[in-house]
């Protein structure tokens, strides 16, 4: 494997998934946060494919889900009162 790493890559996580990607981390005595989450990327990309992931909403993609109304859950619609 290269170990030339020249590209960061920051990701947001919900605290569900952070959780998910730390008892892998603990389970499998990683090192670190960053090492687990390549080893996770690597196995999904292996599972999946390269090419599995064309046209499809990067909003598709979170490990756990975020209720029937995505990121507006605790928004009230326009032109809607609570």
Same mark, same amino acid.
């Given at each position: 494997?290269?170990?030339?790493?020249?590209?960061?890559?920051?990701?947001?996580?919900?605290?569900?998934?952070?959780?998910?990607?730390?008892?892998?981390?603990?389970?499998?005595?990683?090192?670190?946060? &960053?090492? @687990?989450?390549?080893?996770?990327?690597? +196995? /999904?990309?292996?599972?999946? $494919?390269? *090419? &599995?992931? @064309?046209?499809?909403?990067?909003?598709? +993609? /979170?490990?756990?889900?975020? $209720?029937? *109304?995505?990121?507006?859950?605790?928004?009230?619609?326009?032109?809607?009162?609570?």
């Amino acid at each position: 494997m290269n170990d030339l790493r020249a590209e960061r890559l920051q990701v947001m996580l919900s605290p569900e998934e952070l959780a998910a990607v730390d008892d892998f981390r603990f389970r499998h005595r990683m090192p670190t946060r &960053a090492a @687990a989450v390549r080893e996770l990327l690597k +196995f /999904g990309l292996a599972a999946v $494919g390269v *090419d &599995a992931g @064309a046209g499809v909403k990067s909003s598709s +993609f /979170g490990v756990f889900g975020r $209720g029937p *109304d995505g990121h507006t859950q605790n928004e009230p619609e326009e032109g809607k009162e609570d």
